[in-house]
């Protein structure tokens, strides 16, 4: 009897002891090349020859609700679905940040003096995977359906292509996309992740055939997709890219719950999660795989803002709203928060680290970014007073969801304390919380946005007037015309060097002179991955790369 | 009998009539928009797209109308589309039936199995450490949450084990053992919370049974404890137990959202969580009915079981 009394305590303590949260492992606990190193370099073996073969599971957290890229919006979407898919244009997954480079195009596209015509030739051995060879006809029909959508056709992002005038095919294997005026942006926009390219005849057929069809030039073909569940795919052996690619076959299986996933890491059921992990997962598969684990970290194009509502009063006074960007202590709140959540990177419009990012420097002169948190405060004290507002109370609008939302809310509600500010943190559910952002019914909230590329036009478009292009973008709800001809001169400039300076002039009138709407802080993308996972290089966001191509399995060491 | 089993089926209408139109009702009274939130991970998709979509969906009509297309189809048996995903209803939902119910039987069958005999030998010991230590085990069912008992059986296999369920469903008749090492888990915690209730209701039934005189009479014949015990007193006090026992299996047909997003079972219950969450009320109508259904359904077999049971018990 004893001795049965003494196992039941032992598995009692087992027990209690895998659900006490433990103290974080020492540096020493993971490799050099992979976590215990300083978390943002990326672990890359060099030299080494992708292996032939393999299953690739992992993790994707929400189900696609279509299978159509053209129509989504959706992580969910790209991360099961773009491996069966190429695209005109990639971000090069070497360097998943800003370098562009030919996918079935068959190099950089010739650009006329003007800057309106963009000629570009595709590549010959690419095939769909029912055999028949995609032509720039497949090409047309693809941009065709994205920029003009048939009747009952959603294109959600036919506004960003709004500079093309058309796209013809000149012959077989040659596009030719015509523009209405130069637009900066434009060999980012045919390089979206989203841009599937269909087959014209499949469209013609049926212009929804793609919703619930799989039919693409993408390196693996598909298997099944059992919705709610998993979805996989296997190699496309007429894959145009050879010998890619290198994994037999892939699945990606659907799960929502966090303690879930890292399990499923933990217990190498699922290999890599591409979104990303929150540092505390991030530390605890950490402890547990120790070199058998990977971990790559990047600052990520998503930031959340805080909108105020503009119709009501006193978020109408730009005082207030000043006073409420000063009193944000941002450097020292992301180094804090960063060990909690994943934000971490302080920057104003544009991705701190990314191509259009201010410097510091400059940074530090804007309302909202001093680096003397003390004299902001006083600053915005004095705001407040000036606006008759000194006891603000306000109710903070959020959304129920854990990371990054409540922490960073209640780093906010926190910092507003020191200025005399009382918010009261409303959480609702995401779908109620659009509701109110959408129909004004809110003061102060917290909105987010989260792009696939470091670029102006996309990262600006919810500054523009609420009556105008930022209809149902801007929940700040502003009109502001001098900011809408800013936007549209940055837009229309080709010279990099001086769309920066148009870029940051934005900034500093947006954020700082009017603050309209204010970045938080931005977020940090957190990848453990097993380490036998090889060729992945995290970006600067979740949506681009995801075709695994590149991806390969090393034998276990 | 049979004018009685007429009559319940008869007003099984209207009151899964009244279920649809308080759903229906209440789903458009909750603020959010299945097109919003389809396009709220992205900043860049203006109000007209939404706007387009909307009307696309039929979300713009009236009401009456939205109404009148929902009771069409419910007359039809159309359930029409998901309007988060545009896959049909019925799709959905098949997918997704067969691991409910294989759950749910699993779990009921693991809670009779634990509960009839904990419950008789509790009664039976009243007041006996063995008595006790049942109380303690079932009040410990009833006091735990089941995600919390599930996430502590995942940590506890992936830190023991290196193993933790698989994460993607087979059929039992494809591959059993792949199956059962899926759904044994979830079974066997949702399993013993259900079965503390169901001891608990068996204890204090058995043990107010076996206060009867037929009991004592049934004794003092000279059977044998076990006769007395299994055909006079368990027989006789199983009235509630299975009235308990049929709730709850009517309950985890639906009911076991956390429980199965922690062991990522893709049933119904996350199903329907998703689908209150997206917005997607044809979806959510759909499974409210299908729920309703079988509460109602399990609730009548119950009733003509009593019947069965209990001789005494005449429907007119």
């Keep these: 009897m004893p ?3 003494l196992m039941a305590f032992a598995a009692l303590s087992l ?10 492992a020492a540096p020493t606990a993971a490799p050099p090349t992979a976590a215990g190193a300083s978390p943002t370099q990326a672990p890359l073996p060099t030299g080494e020859t992708p292996r032939m073969g393999g299953v690739l599971t992992y993790i994707v957290s929400a189900a696609p609700p279509t299978f159509d890229g053209h129509q989504s919006t959706t992580f969910a979407t790209l991360m099961p679905v773009s491996p069966h898919y190429s695209l005109l244009y990639r971000l090069d997954p070497a360097d998943n940040v800003s370098k562009i480079i030919p996918d079935v195009a068959d190099g950089l596209p010739q650009v006329s003096s003007d800057k309106l015509t963009y000629t570009i030739k595709l590549k010959s051995n690419v095939k769909f995977h029912d055999g028949t060879t995609l032509t720039s006809a497949d090409v047309v029909a693809t941009y065709q359906k994205i920029m003009k959508p048939p009747e009952g056709v959603t294109s959600p992002r036919q506004g960003v292509y709004a500079a093309v005038e058309s796209v013809t095919a000149s012959d077989p294997s040659t596009v030719v996309f015509k523009l209405k005026f130069a637009a900066g942006s434009f060999l980012a926009s045919i390089a979206s992740p989203w841009n599937y390219l269909y087959s014209a005849a499949k469209l013609k057929e049926d212009p929804k055939f793609y919703v619930k069809n799989i039919m693409g030039t993408g390196p693996f073909t598909f298997i099944e997709y059992v919705p709610g569940s998993h979805w996989s795919g296997r190699k496309f052996a007429d894959y145009f890219d050879k010998p ?17 996933q890292t399990a499923a890491i933990r217990s190498k059921q699922a290999l890599i999660e591409f979104r990303g992990f929150t540092p505390t997962q991030r530390d605890e598969l950490s402890r547990a795989l120790g070199q058998d684990l990977a971990i790559q970290e990047a600052s990520w194009v998503c930031v959340n803002y805080v909108a105020f509502n503009t119709t009501v009063k006193p978020f109408d006074d730009e005082r207030v709203r000043r006073a409420l960007t000063l009193a944000v202590d941002r450097w020292s709140g992301g180094e804090a928060l960063s060990k909690q959540t994943i934000v971490k990177a302080v920057g104003g419009l544009m991705r701190p680290g990314g191509p259009f990012a201010m410097s510091d420097a400059d940074l530090e002169k804007i309302p909202g970014f001093y680096r003397d948190n003390a004299k902001a405060v006083e600053e915005a004290k004095k705001l407040l007073a000036d606006a008759g507002v000194a006891d603000l ?6 959304r129920n969801i854990t990371t990054p939302y409540e922490p960073v ?3 906010l509600i926190n910092e507003w304390k020191k200025i005399g500010v009382t918010a009261t943190h409303e959480v609702k559910e995401t779908a109620a919380y659009l509701a109110d952002l959408r129909n004004k019914n809110f003061e102060v909230g917290l909105d987010f946005n989260c792009d696939y590329f ?10 523009r007037s609420a009556s105008g292009l930022g209809k149902g973008l801007n929940f700040s709800h502003y009109d502001d015309p001098k900011l809408d001809g800013m936007i549209d001169a940055q837009a229309r400039e080709t010279d990099p060097e001086k769309r920066k300076q148009l870029v940051w002039e934005i900034e500093r009138y947006a954020m700082g002179e009017k603050a309209w709407m204010v970045p938080v802080i931005w977020w940090n993308r957190i990848i453990p991955y097993i380490a036998t996972v090889r060729g992945y290089r995290i970006g600067s966001n979740h949506y681009t790369t995801m075709d695994m191509a590149n991806i390969w399995i090393a034998e276990e060491r | 009998m049979q004018r009685y089993i007429i009559g319940r089926l008869l007003l099984m209408v209207p009151t899964l009539l009244g279920v649809a139109i308080l759903t229906f009702v209440i789903m458009r009274v909750v603020p959010g928009d299945v097109v919003a939130l389809r396009y709220s991970q992205s900043g860049s998709v203006p109000q007209e797209v939404i706007d387009r979509e909307r009307d696309q969906l039929g979300l713009n009509k009236p009401l009456h109308e939205q109404f009148a297309d929902f009771m069409g189809g419910i007359v039809r048996f159309d359930f029409g589309n998901s309007l988060w995903t545009g896959r049909p209803v019925t799709e959905e939902i098949k997918g997704r039936l067969g691991i409910s119910i294989e759950l749910a039987i699993l779990s009921t069958l693991l809670a009779t199995a634990l509960a009839l005999p904990l419950g008789v030998i509790a009664a039976v010991k009243q007041d006996s450490w063995i008595d006790y230590v049942i109380r303690v085990f079932s009040i410990g069912g009833l006091a735990m949450p089941s995600f919390w008992l599930g996430i502590l059986a995942i940590l506890t296999l992936v830190v023991l084990f290196q193993w933790a369920p698989p994460l993607i469903f087979v059929p039992i008749w494809d591959d059993p053992i792949e199956n059962l090492s899926q759904l044994i888990w979830p079974a066997l915690v949702v399993g ?9 209701m068996t204890r204090s039934s058995v043990l107010e049974v076996l206060r009867d005189d037929y009991v004592r009479t049934a004794r003092a014949k000279g059977l044998r404890e076990t006769v007395v015990i299994v055909r006079h007193a368990l027989r006789n006090s199983l009235l509630p137990v299975i009235t308990v026992i049929s709730l709850e299996f009517a309950f985890l047909f639906g009911g076991l959202v956390v429980t199965e997003q922690v062991f990522n079972v893709n049933g119904l219950g996350k199903l329907l969580v998703d689908a209150v969450a997206q917005r997607d009320y044809t979806l959510v109508q759909a499974l409210v009915l299908l729920f309703s259904f079988v509460f109602v359904f399990v609730n009548f077999i119950v009733d003509v079981l009593y019947g ?3 001789p005494r018990i005449r429907y007119g």
């Design chain 2, 308 to 310: 069965v049971l209990d």
């Design chain 2, 192 to 200: 013993y919370r259900y079965s503390a209730v169901a001891t608990r």
């Design chain 1, 3 to 5: 001795q049965r009394i």
């Design chain 1, 454 to 463: 470091d670029e102006p036009d996309l990262q600006l478009s919810k500054f």
């Design chain 1, 409 to 411: 809310a209640l780093f």
């Design chain 1, 393 to 398: 109370t306000f109710k903070f609008h959020n």
């Design chain 1, 244 to 260: 890619k690619p290198y994994l037999d076959a892939y699945r990606a299986v659907i799960i929502g719950d966090p303690a879930r």
């Design chain 1, 15 to 24: 027990i209690v002891s895998a659900c006490t949260p433990q103290q974080p």
